[in-house]
């Protein structure tokens, strides 16, 4: 990371830094400036939706928050309950409780589904037991010993999250958890992120089904070209057919 001037933590007027703050990003892969100057808060619990067309910067965005290095994060500020994590590595911010859970969902294979769980318990700090994983994905438990790798679509879904709630997890940042699941399970992972919405687990969801991302949040920021160009309720956004025209083409 280039040296930039140590600079003080973002605060809101009169009060703490918010929950989750993201000040001014600037991220690139090599020379492609992809994430420029994002800034936006996130409240404990709140559900954000990050949305726009492909190629807008979404991914690379959550790639950024989780500090992966790639794209590298030239400038700004990302605060997690009061800790620096534009100072961090990604194995830093994990171990602060940042899970993200990745497009392709990394499950590891030749392992069981039990062992997939555990490993990500293989360093503190703990979250949930396993055991209450599978309360909240009953299939999980029914398919504990199943190699991991031959779960359908959205069973590895639910493993993904699983996985990232086995963690210590302060925010979770969801990319595109729908993709390429049939519209049955679709609903399957929309009731079960509502029971993680239930719990108030903070969460910023990147996916391209927006309607379905709406519904989820409370909040939605809109993308484009690597800035925001909307900020305001979901709600806001469901209302304005212009903007999801112009910006989401829904
Ligand atoms: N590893 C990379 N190296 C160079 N450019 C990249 C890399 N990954 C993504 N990009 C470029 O960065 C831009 C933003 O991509 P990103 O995947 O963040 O968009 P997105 O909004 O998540 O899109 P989608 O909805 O299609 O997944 C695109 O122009 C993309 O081609």
Redesign the pocket.
């Known amino acids: 990371m280039n040296a930039l001037p140590k600079q003080e933590p973002v605060r809101k007027q009169g009060g703490d830094p918010a929950f989750f703050s993201v000040y001014d990003i600037h991220a690139y892969?090599?020379e492609?400036y992809?994430v420029q100057g994002l800034s936006f808060d996130v409240r404990e619990g709140e559900i954000l939706a990050l949305l726009?067309?492909?190629?807008?910067?979404?991914?690379?965005?959550l790639r950024t928050l989780a500090r992966m290095g790639?794209?590298e994060l030239k400038h700004g500020e990302i605060w997690l309950d009061h800790q620096p994590l534009h100072e961090m590595k990604a194995w830093q911010a994990a171990r602060l409780g940042l899970q993200l859970v990745p497009e392709d969902r990394r499950i590891i294979p030749g392992m069981t589904v039990q062992q997939n769980l555990e490993l990500a318990q293989i360093a503190e700090p703990h979250g949930w037991s396993i055991q209450r994983i599978y309360e909240l994905f009953p299939r999980l438990g029914e398919r504990a010993e199943q190699e991991a790798i031959t779960l359908s679509g959205g069973e590895q879904q639910m493993l993904a999250i699983g996985r990232a709630l086995a963690r210590d997890i302060k925010l979770l940042l969801l990319d595109?958890p729908y993709e390429g699941l049939a519209p049955v399970i679709v609903q399957e992972i929309e009731k079960t992120l509502q029971n993680v919405k239930k719990l108030g687990i903070t969460t910023i969801i990147?996916e391209?089904n927006a309607i379905a991302a709406l519904k989820l949040a409370d909040r939605a920021i809109i993308?484009d070209s690597g800035e925001i160009v909307f900020d305001g309720t979901a709600q806001a956004v469901l209302d304005n057919e212009e903007l999801r025209d112009q910006y989401l083409a829904i």
């Open positions: 892969y090599g492609s992809i726009g067309r492909n190629g807008a910067g979404k991914t690379s965005t790639d794209p595109e990147v391209q993308m």
